[in-house]
């Protein structure tokens, strides 16, 4: 799976906010086909060495039995928003490359994809 790149990673918070707000009319919603993979994604920073990590873990629905997990780490610049961009970015970048398949969401019921 290739991840398109729509915008630059290394951001402010004024600059990821505009990024947003850009974004937001391209997002369209619609009644979600059959579930059968739901997928939860998380990530953590340690200060002290300037690392993140990442977890991703891939579900099969409705029996919620797991088909994929993966943790991933790396270095990051000095923890703030936007660090916290670039390292999504990575860890998005990793996932994709050993994942079989990623679905994303902003609402219950309804699929989000970007146009």
Known sequence: ????????????P????EVQRKLAGKIRGGKL???????????SYRREDKTF?????MLQF??????QSMCVQG???????AGYWSDMRRAWELWARRLTGILTGQAPGKVVRIK
């Open 1 to 12: 799976m290739k991840l398109e790149q729509l915008n630059r990673w290394e951001l402010s």
């Open 14 to 17: 004024s600059e990821a906010i």
């Open 33 to 43: 086909p059959e579930v059968r993979t739901v997928l939860g994604v998380d990530v």
């Open 53 to 57: 990590m990442a977890a991703a873990v």
């Open 62 to 67: 409705p029996e919620m039995a797991l088909k």
């Open 75 to 81: 270095a990051t610049a000095i923890y703030d928003r």
